[in-house]
C-alpha cells in the first residue's frame, strides 16, 4: 500500500502477555512507530529494539490515572492513534474515549454494549438464542449456586462467565457424580455456566470489523494441545471454510461490531455444523500466526483507523508453531530441529532474530526461576 504517512501507536496494556504478539506484528511495518504505557515494570519486552518509549505508569489501572497518563503520553509523543489491545484497556477506552486527548485518534472499538455481550459468555449465549447463530446448550447460574443434574445431559463443561482468560476456571464433568463431587468440594465464588460439551474439533476465526463488515479474517484449527484442552493451542492449521466463516459474519453483524476480535468455535461432528463457543473482544495468542499466514491485524486496524481502504487480504494455508509448540515438537522429533526452512517461517523464531533481546531475557528469567 502506497502513500502511507508514519504512524505513532501507543498501546496501554495491564501488563499484559498479549504486547509481545503485537508489537512483533506491527515491528514488520518500517513506518510504524511503537510507544508503550504499562505498569509492569519487569516486562521483557520493554527491552525491545523495535520499541521507540516504553513508559512505566504503575496507576494506570485507576479511571483517572488511566487517562491522565495516555494524555500525557499522545502530548509529549505526538501519537497518532491510542490502541489498547486487552479487556480492560478497551473496556475503558470505551467509556472514557471523550476524555482523552483529541491530538490523538482511538482505533476502530465496538460499542460499550456490544463489547460487554462479547465478554460475557452468559449475555452471548443469549444474544446468539436471540439471533438464531449456532451455539451449545447452556444453562447460567449465580455464584455459590447449586444445580440439580436431572435434566443434563453428560459430558459438561463449567465455566466462569468472565474474567478469565487462556483456558482457567474451565472443568470438564463425565457424569453426574463427577460434578456433584466438585460442587461438594468446592466454593464457585463467581458466576458461571455449565455447558453441554460438544463431541467434535476445536477451530477458530479472527476478524477485523467494521460496523459488522469483516475487513480481514483467518481461520485457524488446533492441532497441537498444550498443558490441556481449554488453553489456547500451541500450534495451527491456517485453512478457509465458507460456512464457518458465514456463521462469523452472522455474529459479527449481529453485533454491529467494530475492531479485532477472535471467536472460539467448534466444529458439531454430531450435527455437522460449527458452533460458537466464545469471544475474545481483544487481541489473541495466535495474532502472531495470523501475521505469518498473511494477515497482520494490529497493521490493518490502525490502517482502517486512520481511514486508509484495503482489499481483504488473503492468507496462506500453513502450519503455524508458537514457541511452546516447537519446543514440543523438538521434544518428539529431535530432527526436526534441522527443519531451518519450516522454523524461519512458520515460527516466531523470525521475530526473534530480528530482535533477540527480549527472548534472551525470557530464557534467563525462566532459567532463574526453574521453570
Not at 455464584?143 to 463449567?158: A, E, M, R, V, W
Not at 457424569?175 to 466454593?187: A, F, G, H, P, V
Not at 498473511?294 to 486508509?308: C, E, M, R, T
Amino acid at each position: 500500500m502506497k502513500n502511507i504517512k508514519p504512524i505513532s501507536v501507543l498501546i496501554p496494556v495491564g501488563g499484559n502477555s498479549l504486547l509481545m504478539f503485537v508489537v512483533h506484528c506491527l515491528s514488520q511495518i518500517n513506518n510504524i512507530k511503537i510507544y508503550i504505557i504499562s505498569p509492569n515494570e519487569q516486562a521483557e519486552i520493554k527491552h525491545s529494539g523495535k520499541i521507540l518509549n516504553y513508559t512505566f505508569f504503575p496507576n494506570i489501572n485507576n479511571e483517572n490515572n488511566w487517562i491522565e497518563g495516555i494524555n500525557k503520553e499522545i502530548e509529549k509523543f505526538k501519537i497518532d492513534l491510542v490502541m489498547p489491545i486487552d479487556e480492560d484497556g478497551i473496556r475503558n477506552s470505551i467509556k472514557y474515549q471523550a476524555k482523552l486527548s483529541t491530538y490523538s485518534k482511538l482505533v476502530l472499538l465496538p460499542s460499550l454494549q456490544s463489547f460487554e455481550i462479547a465478554n460475557n459468555k452468559g449475555l452471548l449465549w443469549k444474544h446468539m438464542l436471540e439471533h438464531h447463530i449456532e451455539c451449545p446448550k447452556t444453562f447460567i447460574y449465580n455464584k455459590n449456586q447449586f444445580h440439580s443434574t436431572d435434566s443434563l445431559d453428560f459430558p459438561l463443561i463449567l465455566k466462569p462467565l468472565e474474567g478469565f482468560g487462556g483456558g482457567k476456571g474451565i472443568y470438564i464433568f463425565k457424569n453426574k457424580e463427577q460434578l456433584e463431587s466438585y460442587y461438594t468440594e468446592n466454593d464457585i465464588t463467581y458466576p458461571y455456566l455449565i455447558q453441554s460439551y460438544i463431541s467434535g474439533y476445536d477451530i477458530d476465526c479472527s476478524v477485523l470489523c467494521e460496523q459488522g463488515e469483516i475487513l480481514a479474517y483467518t481461520i485457524q484449527k488446533g492441532t497441537l494441545v498444550g498443558i490441556s484442552d481449554f488453553v489456547p493451542k500451541i500450534g495451527l492449521d491456517f485453512l478457509h471454510n465458507d460456512e464457518l466463516l458465514h456463521t462469523v459474519k452472522e455474529l459479527m453483524l449481529s453485533l454491529n461490531w467494530s475492531g479485532l476480535a477472535h471467536i472460539d468455535m467448534r466444529f458439531d461432528e454430531k450435527e455437522s455444523n460449527f458452533k460458537v463457543i466464545e469471544i475474545n473482544p481483544r487481541c489473541w495468542e495466535s495474532i502472531e500466526g495470523s501475521e505469518i499466514a498473511g494477515v497482520n491485524f494490529p497493521y490493518l486496524h490502525a490502517l482502517k483507523s486512520l481511514n486508509y481502504n484495503f482489499e481483504t487480504p488473503k492468507y496462506k494455508h500453513t502450519k503455524y508453531l508458537n514457541l511452546l509448540g516447537l519446543k514440543k515438537t523438538i521434544r518428539k522429533n529431535k530432527l526436526f530441529v534441522f527443519n531451518f526452512n519450516f522454523i524461519l517461517k512458520y515460527t516466531p523464531i523470525k521475530y526473534f532474530i530480528k530482535d533477540p533481546l527480549p527472548l534472551f531475557l525470557i530464557l534467563i528469567n525462566k532459567i532463574r526461576s526453574g521453570n
